[in-house]
Structures are given as C-alpha cells and as structure tokens.
C-alpha cells in the first residue's frame, strides 16, 4: 500500500496553475494590466479629491461664515497629501467665537445683492429725486 501511494506521489502529472490557457491568458493579463496601470489609479486620485472638498461642501451648506478660508485649506490639503484635511474637516463644523460679536450674526452673508425688480437708476438720478423729495418737504413746512 506504501508503494502505492509513493509511486501516485511521484508520478508525474500535468499541473495548471490557470483555467486558461495561451491567447485567453494573455488577453486577461493586459485587461487586469490597464485596469492596474490606468484605471485604479484615475478612481483613486477621483475618490482623493471627492473627500477632500468636503469640507468646502458642508461649510457652504451650513453658511459658514469663513467657507472661503476653508476652501483654501482644502486646496492646501491636497497639496500636503491630506495632512490639513482633519483641520479643514472640524473647521466646517465649528462656529466661529468672535464672529458674532464682530458682525451680530454667526451665518455667512450674501457678498451680492439681491436683484430688484427696478432698474437702477444712475446718480444723477437718484440726486435729482432726492432734491425733489426735500423741496416737497420744505414746501409742506411752510404751508
């Protein structure tokens, strides 16, 4: 029985590490190949820069005030390799302290005006109805 199992165990047989074989193989070796070499990559460096504006998106949902210096920090973030995200990250999140004594509100306001629905009128304009409204003025105290 010994010499039975020695004789299988020495026989030599044919091994397949693969269950394909020639042009099949290569063919899944360039795919896996491109996939390793461009495509991966391209989705890392995509989901890299995905989580490192984060920040940037929750400051401007939450109307921080200073969503500017934290895009800036996100921008330098990814110059460092990532090393300022967390700052930029908890920045979002924070109200500034002095903020609302400063200017009396702890939200971000518009830098532009709204849009009215009148054309605004030029200076010489505006100077004219204002010298009209106080002549009417001036009239009505002497009446």
């Given at each position: ?18 269950f394909?074989?020639g ?11 491109w ?9 890392g ?5 995905l ?49 609302r ?16 629905e009148?054309k ?11 010298i ?5 003025e ?6």
């Amino acid at each position: 029985m010994a010499l039975l199992f020695a004789g299988l165990a020495l026989h030599p047989t044919s091994a397949h590490a693969s269950f394909l074989h020639g042009d099949a193989l290569d063919s899944l070796a360039n795919g896996i190949a491109w996939v390793a070499i461009i495509i991966a990559p391209l989705i890392g460096i995509v989901a890299f820069w995905l989580v490192h504006i984060l920040p940037e998106k929750i400051a401007e949902k939450r109307k921080h005030p200073q969503a500017g210096a934290i895009q800036c920090l996100c921008l330098l973030s990814l110059a460092f390799g990532g090393l300022l995200w967390p700052i930029a990250w908890l920045w979002a999140y924070s109200k500034p302290v002095f903020y609302r004594m400063a200017y009396g509100t702890d939200v971000a306001e518009p830098h532009g005006h709204a849009p009215s629905e009148e054309k605004p009128a030029s200076e010489s304009e505006q100077l004219r109805t204002r010298i009209a409204e106080l002549e009417a003025e001036i009239k009505k105290g002497k009446a």
